[in-house]
């Protein structure tokens, strides 16, 4: 893993419902830097939800709005809390991966399931009728592919979760 500095972005990536956001703002907050929603950032570009787009125009589309919008960030010195399909675009998270170090958070899928509920409203970029076992073992393999850093979630506070992320970076 290259050394992380100020300097650097930390990018989150996981499945729904691991802490993301949730864990990267608390990160933000202990280093003292910005944060970005990449989430947020698709919402406001479409002007719509995530589901909306999902139901309007398909995962896929999904997947190229949001290869776009990570293709556009630019800076350095944020968390960034990327969609759980972030990882399907080559392009996007060797764009990320430039400038930050990747953290995957890593939790197993009954606790996907336990966090996030009824996944078809989430707005979660899937095959029609992919089962959320074939989703989760399909990224598992994307996420482990692009992490500098693997931190586990289960069974852990938010701020274990996000002190493990700051012990786990070589500053």
Known sequence: MPAYSASRNLVFIGMPGSGKSTVGVLVAKRLGLGFIDTD??????EGRTLQEIVD??????LRQVEER????????????????????SERAMDHLRQ?????????PLSV????IG????RGISRRPGQSLEALYDERFALYSRY?????PGQGLTLEAVCQLVIDGLRV
Do not use: M, N, P, W
């Open 69 to 88: 919008v990570l293709l556009e960030l630019q800076g350095s010195g944020d968390v960034i809390s990327t969609g759980g399909s972030a990882v399907y």
């Open 99 to 107: 400038a930050g170090t990747v953290v995957f958070l890593d939790i």
């Open 112 to 115: 996907v399931r336990e966090r």
């Open 56 to 61: 309007q125009d398909g995962y896929l589309a």
């Open 147 to 151: 992490a500098d850093l693997t931190v």
């Open 118 to 121: 009824d996944y078809s409203l």
């Open 40 to 45: 947020l950032l698709i919402q406001q570009a």
